[in-house]
């Protein structure tokens, strides 16, 4: 996908991008030089790093600097904060793509391996972010992003624990900085075919019986390229204080700031038939109406909701209030709009998986049967729709 940037939109900025020599991170350093920032790119490869740094300087002249890190050690970790800030000032933009990935069964990966995947994978952009955030809180500016995955996978404890421990941080991160202008989110690049990916997925599909094409071909619909996932990294930056405390991905990035279309986690589309404009935009105004009386909520009810809400649904709230919206805007031109009979499957579930919830936390029981009379038909809307589609 070769994207036109807006080349002046982090004029000024200076980006340190650590896990920068290849992948995913080469091309959010390219990404982000596109968009005007300078960008300082670390990685424990010196080779891999100085080539990335060049390749970025020959498309974006002095855009670029590498800086030698290994950030298993906290002393280098130490001289590399104290650098930067000597020589180029306190970063706007702190980014933590660098991970290393350790595979294999709970028992059978040795202890060292475990504690070389918390000393990159944790403790660095703990001390990274601890280092630059007195800097960033002085001048009341400053963005500082973690890059997550998927969440708990068999054979992936040695990583996955701490990448989940990573967003957990940046999730108490916020709550502090809720009512200043610096912001803090995570951002998951999806499936990326890279060396890194494609060494721990043959581990992974060993133990599953699967052959390493096998995996890719039953994942094909979720896979991006480096290059989408790494502009959007650098792009999801430009609405930093949208994501605040949240969790997002690449392609929910590329939607926002570009319109790229479906996102590829929604499940296949299909034609719809005619169907009933009121029932639509009865269903269109619940679900925003929700969404948006979400994002009001103070900063600790907001995680839970939606972490919740993207765990029964698969896909982030956002992303469904932006594919119905588009739905919507399909409908209001006269049109008839695309929809997924999957995803509208899925909010039903959530739905009903909410009326549960309210049996057993709302004690008055005149307010129990309102809100539960209103959940129900909710669900029956959307049944509705389902028949017919």
Request: glycine share 6%; net charge negative.
């Amino acid at each position: 996908m070769d994207l036109t940037f807006d080349k002046t939109a982090l004029t000024g900025n200076t980006v340190l991008l650590t896990g920068a020599g290849g992948g995913i991170g080469r091309e959010t350093a390219l990404a982000f030089a596109a968009l005007g920032a300078f960008v300082l790119l670390t990685d424990i490869d010196r080779a891999r790093g100085e080539q990335a740094t060049a390749a970025v300087n020959l498309r974006f002249p002095q855009a670029a600097h590498f800086l030698h890190a290994d950030l298993s050690d906290k002393e280098a970790v130490a001289a590399l904060c104290e650098k930067v800030l000597a020589q180029y000032g306190c970063p706007d933009i702190l980014f933590h793509n660098a991970a290393v990935v350790v595979t294999g069964q709970v028992g059978a990966v040795p202890f060292q391996a475990w504690e070389h995947s918390y000393a990159v994978n944790l403790r660095a952009p703990i001390l990274l972010t601890s280092s630059f955030l007195p800097h960033m809180r002085k001048r009341d500016r400053g963005c500082v992003v973690f890059v997550s995955s998927s969440g708990a996978a068999p054979y992936l404890n040695a990583y996955e624990v701490f990448k989940t421990a990573q967003g957990e941080f940046s999730n108490g991160l916020a709550a502090e900085l809720e009512g200043t202008h610096i912001y803090t989110y995570t951002i998951a690049p999806g499936l990326v075919r890279t060396q890194t990916a494609e060494d721990s997925i043959q581990a992974v599909a060993a133990h599953m019986g699967l052959s390493t094409e096998a995996f890719y071909r039953e994942q094909a619909a979720h896979t991006l390229s480096p290059q989408e996932a790494g502009q959007g990294f650098a792009l999801s930056t430009l609405s930093a204080s949208t994501y605040h405390g949240q969790e997002i991905s690449s392609l929910q990035a590329l939607h926002k700031c570009l319109g790229t279309g479906r996102d590829r986690t929604t499940p296949p589309a299909t034609e719809a038939p005619a169907l009933p404009p009121a029932l639509l935009i009865r269903i269109f105004d619940t679900f925003q109406a929700q969404y948006h009386g979400w994002l009001q909520r103070n900063l600790f009810e907001r995680q839970w909701v939606l972490r919740d809400f993207k765990k029964r649904v698969g896909l982030p709230a956002e992303a469904v209030d932006n594919t119905l919206q588009t739905a919507r805007n399909t409908l209001e031109r006269g049109e008839s709009p695309t929809l997924s009979p999957a995803l509208f499957a899925k909010l039903q579930a959530y739905w009903q998986h909410q009326y549960t919830l309210l049996q057993s936390f709302e004690r008055d029981p005149d307010q129990r049967k309102a809100y539960g009379r209103q959940i129900q038909a909710w669900i029956a809307d959307l049944q509705q729709l389902l028949d017919l589609l």
